[in-house]
C-alpha cells in the first residue's frame, strides 16, 4: 500500500476523521491536549510553560517558512505545526533549556516532517523523532528531572523501580494524579485518558490500539510481577508511570504512521507494548514509550500490506 492509497483509506474510512478531510481534527487534538497542559503547567510552573511555547512557536514558525520556501499553500488553519511543537513539548523535561526545546522542535518540523514531503507524507512521529533527537544529543538535560511544585532535582517513578535504590515509590492516586517527576504532559494519569476518551468520542482515534497496547503492557508486566513475587502493585505502576498513556492515546493513534486497518491497529498496540515491556525490563533506559511506537512505524507500511481486505474480481497487474 503506498502513501496515497493509506491517506485515501483513512479519509474514507467512516468511522474516523483524519486532517485530511477534517481540518478541525487538529483543533480537536489540541483541545484533547489541554487537560495534561494545565496539569504539567500547575505541577512544573514557569519552567515548562517556556519549553511549551518554546516548542509551539518555534514549530509553527518553521512550518511557515518550510511551505514557503517550498512553494507550497500556506494551511495554518489545520494547526499541525502546533500538534507536533504541542506533543514534543509535553515529552520534554520541565528543566529542559529553552533553546534546546526550539532546536528539537525545528529538527521535527523540518527533517521529519518537510524533507519527506509534508503533511502526510512522513513515516515516523515528528514529535517522537523530536525528542529521541534531543535524548541522543543532550542527554544529561533530557534526563535532569524536576519534582513536581517545588522544583527540586529527583529521580521519576520508573528510575526509582529500575534502579531499585530504596527510595520509596510514589503511592498509585500520586501517579493516577500526576504529582510525581517526569515529563510535563506524562505524569497525570486522569487528564492524560480524559483527552483520550474525548479524541474516542470525537471519532478521531480507534479504540484498539490503545486498548491493545495498555492491555499489553499490563499483561506482561503481571506476569513480569509473579516471577518476581510482587503484588497488583507491580502492573498497576507500570501501566500509570511514564509516558504510557501519552503514547497510548496521542502517538500510537497517529494518522499517518500507524496502520490503517482494524487487525493491523492491534497488530500495532500488541507490538508497542511488547517493545516497551521489553525495554524497560531489559533495556537500558527506564521508560521505552518512545523508541517502541518509533520501531513499529518503521513496520506500518509491512501491517498495512498484509492486513488490508483481499480485492476479489479484479484483474491481476502484470509483474
Known sequence: MNKSDKILLVTSSPHIHSPYNVPDAM??????LIPALICGLYFFGLPALKVVLGCVVTAYITELICLRASGKEVKIREQSAVVTGLL???CLPPSLPLWMAAT????????????????????FNPALIGRAFLLASFPVSMT?????LDGVTTATPLSILKEA????????SQLFIGNVAGSIGETSVIALLLGGIFLLYRGHIDWRTPLSLLATVFIL???AGIVRGAGIEYPLFHLFSGALFLGAFFMATDWVTTPVTKLGRILFGIGSGCLIVMIRLKGG???GVAYAILLMNVVTPLIDRYTKARVFGGV???A
Request: net charge positive; hydrophobic share 40%.
Open 27 to 32: 483543533r480537536d487534538v489540541i483541545l484533547s
Open 88 to 90: 514534543l513539548a509535553l
Open 104 to 123: 528539537g522542535s525545528a529538527f521535527a518540523i523540518v527533517i521529519v516532517k518537510h524533507l519527506f514531503g509534508g503533511l502526510g507524507q512522513n513515516i
Open 144 to 148: 535532569r528531572w524536576s519534582s513536581p
Open 165 to 172: 535504590s530504596g527510595q520509596p515509590l510514589p503511592e498509585l
Open 221 to 223: 508486566t503481571t506476569v
Open 285 to 287: 533506559y527506564p521508560e
Open 316 to 318: 491481476k497487474r502484470n
